[in-house]
């Protein structure tokens, strides 16, 4: 299990700062650099399904609380991704500035490209690619039920996942999906810049690094969607630039 190996390749621990879970994003934060994630609610009644701890995650291991990433209340899954991704942080800037709708317009030219996840940027791209499908949870009008993910991934030249599906736990079976001469890149801001996802037939990860916690803090407690988000860099990593450590 790809969470598995996540866990394996942490190096150290740091006890918790931070914690804020937005409406739209998760961020947790320790003195060696923080995580985001996107904040996967459910649909259930207001109580019904409460967050373990809850008061209690300042001071505390931030590879405790990321053990709830194995979690099936998907806003504790939510922390954990994002405790997770604070430890998995690189300490300075690696990969390249690059927003991931400029690779998947590259790579999808003139071919069928799965998207798992409604990215705000679908429908410039989809003028930019071949073909377009799009799988989603809640679909909306065009999109596929994310059921159809078996009959459509391994269809597609590119494939594109996003990483809350760290979240929901379908990671994992999205990837055996893929045809193996496809180009896969899971992007988003709960994305792990981790070289373990490299391991996995993945060619790109493309996410965020927190450089100004204090504005990340700021615009995501005020309900920013993710262009609203201030103090974050986007980044994009292959195998080349993840080892050198180019900026």
Known sequence: MILDELFQSIQSDAPITTVLMGIYWTVVATPNGAGMAATFGNCKAHGEEKIRGVGTFEGMSARTLAEFAYSENHLEASL????LNALLCPAGPVGVELNAFHVLADWGREKRVAMVGHFPFAEKLRARVGELMILEINPDEGDYPAEMDGQIIPTASVVAITGSTLINHT??????????????IIMGPSTPLSPVLLAHGVDIISGVQILNLASVIRTIGQGATFQQVEGVRLVTLDAEHHITGKA
């Not at 954990?80 to 405790?83: D, E, F, L, T, V």
């Not at 990671?171 to 896969?184: F, I, S």
Request: charged share 15%; hydrophobic share 50%; glycine share 6%.
């Open 171 to 184: 990671l994992d079976n999205l990837l055996k999906l893929c045809n193996p001469n496809a180009r896969v």
């Open 80 to 83: 954990g991704i994002a405790a």
